[in-house]
Structure formats: C-alpha cells, structure tokens
C-alpha cells in the first residue's frame, strides 16, 4: 500500500504565503518525478509544478517567480513554497508521485486526497 499525506493548505489573504507538504509511505523502492497540481471549481486539473528526483523543477507559467517546489529524497516529500498568492490560486491541490511500488512490482503514478488553499480577503 502507497500513501500520499499533504498538508499545509488553509485560508490565505492576498499576497500571503502558504508551504503544502506531501509525505510518501509504503510499500517504495523509488520515486521518480513528484509534485503538484490544481483544480478549481469547473475547471479542469492542471499542473502547477514538478520536480525530478535529481531536484529540476518545472513550473507552469501562472507560477512561476511566486512558487516554488522542493523535495527531500530521505524523507519522500515534496513541498511547495507559494507566495504572492492570488485569488486565481484558490482551489484543490493535489500532490502527485511517479514511483515504483515495491509489492506490486509495477511503476504508476500516485495521487494525495487533496489540499484546499483560498486566497480571499
């Protein structure tokens, strides 16, 4: 069994800040790329940021220069520094994981229950 735990999420004033947090456990032998995405209410999920387990980043472009991604290996968490948050920003963040699940002998994708984050005065 693989488990993706994020945390951090919560209410948020304009140009404020908030750090979510996505601890992997299980059954892992590696993780490969991890990170985060977005979906806000009728819209469709969309990648906010990702990391390879060597520590390159990638951004989507509404982020880039407020956000920043950031994974400890040793602890199998990926966190995501958000700054300058607007109130496009509000919605469901959802960690995700490439990796391979040591029991089932099968690499796939992993997904978090979700985080909401609402920018709002």
């Known amino acids: 069994q693989v488990q993706l735990v994020e945390s951090g999420g919560g209410l948020v004033q304009p140009g404020g800040s908030l750090r979510l947090s996505c601890a992997a456990s299980g059954s892992i032998f590696s993780i490969y790329a991890m990170g985060w995405y977005r979906q806000a209410p009728g819209k469709q999920r969309e990648l906010v940021a990702t990391?390879?387990?060597?520590?390159?980043?990638n951004y989507a472009d509404s982020v880039k220069g407020r956000f920043t991604v950031s994974r400890d290996n040793a602890k199998n968490t990926v966190y995501l520094q958000m700054n300058s948050l607007k109130s496009e920003d509000t919605a469901v963040y959802y960690c995700?994981?490439?990796?391979?699940?040591?029991?089932?002998?099968?690499?796939?994708?992993?997904w978090g229950q979700g985080t909401q984050v609402t920018v709002s005065s």
């Open positions: 990391i390879t387990s060597g520590g390159s980043p």
């Open positions: 995700n994981a490439d990796l391979y699940n040591l029991r089932l002998e099968v690499r796939r994708h992993y």
